[in-house]
């Protein structure tokens, strides 16, 4: 079982930039592919990025190069950093676990956080 706790959501004005924290409980947190989701009112459930076992990241292409995601595993802690934020971006991120080598489908990843809302203004 794993828990996933994220943190460092809130509101910022178009260009800005925030870091998300997920910190995950469980002593397998290295063995993970740990994803970033979001969703924005009225719509699904969609794929931000990801980064396996071995460092590798990928990312969807609305947030490519702009956002980075990183981890580490003696903490336990994935990040998400977002700069260069657009209204469109709005929405609440979610951290999840899955298992290595996991894409970027919601159905790949076993534990969820509870979200955190990330507001942006224009």
């Known amino acids: 079982q794993v828990q996933l706790v994220e943190s460092g959501g809130g509101l910022v004005q178009a260009g800005g930039s925030l870091r998300l924290s997920c910190v995950a409980s469980?002593?397998?947190?290295?063995?993970?592919?740990m994803g970033w989701f979001r969703q924005a009112p009225g719509k699904e459930r969609e794929f931000v990025g990801n980064?396996?076992?071995?460092?590798?990241?990928y990312y969807a292409n609305s947030v490519k190069g702009r956002f980075t995601i990183s981890r580490d595993n003696a903490k336990n802690t994935v990040y998400l950093q977002m700069n260069s934020l657009k209204p469109e971006d709005t929405a609440v991120y979610y951290c999840?676990?899955?298992?290595?080598?996991?894409?970027?489908?919601?159905?790949?990843?076993?534990?969820w956080g509870q979200g955190t809302q990330v507001t942006v203004s224009s």
């Open positions: 469980g002593r397998t947190f290295s063995t993970y592919t």
């Open positions: 999840a676990a899955g298992r290595n080598r996991a894409g970027n489908g919601v159905y790949e990843y076993e534990y």
């Open positions: 980064i396996h076992m071995i460092f590798t990241t």
